[in-house]
């Protein structure tokens, strides 16, 4: 990494600079799921996962870009985290079960607190490495978080209720952080964008293999229009 890290040095501005504009750019992939959540004025068949997630990450990063005094951590995740809170107001608006949507908003807000609670806490030679790890392995389960329900996509033959346009936006930021993570020869940013790189790319050949909407629910549609 030493190495490669040298060839980029450089780079660096230029990278950063790209990082930024496409994680930003990736930030507002979340509003092509809101406008699905207003198209059929429900949020049947959306989690509200990769919101809370989203906001959880953007809260962690953002402390992390802190610990690390890094800007463009800081600008893109304080950008991130006003997103995230705008589509969970759309998600919950929408949502019929409120109750339950309200108590995992909540259930993420006092995660996010704990963390930073702890993050404060630590002792300041240490926080870098246990709070990367932290930030690491929550990332990692927020990305698998849609192959939860592999079986039912295999069964179903479809991948109806994956977020693509994340997914796709995901691949090319976490490739760019990748990169941005050689130049600061941090491990955990090199180690999180690999692995979380892999995860999205096996994500998208799942869109490759299966249709975003069930061969039944097709033949159902082609069956309404020949009826009308």
Known sequence: MESISKVLQPY??????????????????????????????????????????????????????????????????????????????????????????????????????????????????????????????????????PLFGLKDIIKNKSTEGMPFPMIISGTVVTFMWFLYGIILKNKFLVLQNVVVFMLCAFQLSLFVIYPSKPKDAKKEKIKVKKTN
């Open 12 to 145: 660096k501005n230029e990278v950063s600079q790209v990082t930024r504009f496409v994680t930003i750019a990736q930030m507002f992939s979340g509003s092509f799921i809101c406008y699905d959540i207003y198209k059929q004025n429900s949020t049947k068949g959306i989690g509200i996962m990769p919101f809370v997630g989203g906001l959880i990450m953007s809260v962690l990063n953002l402390k992390f870009g802190f610990i690390l005094r890094d800007d463009t951590m800081i600008q893109v995740n304080f950008m991130g985290l006003a997103l995230n809170v705008i589509y969970l107001v759309i998600y919950y608006a929408y949502a019929r079960n409120k109750g339950t949507v309200w108590m995992q908003m909540g259930l993420g807000g006092a995660f996010s607190a704990a963390m930073i609670g702890y993050a404060e806490m630590e002792d300041p030679k240490l926080v870098e490495n246990r709070f990367g790890f932290i930030i690491t392995v929550f990332m990692f389960y927020l990305i698998a978080s």
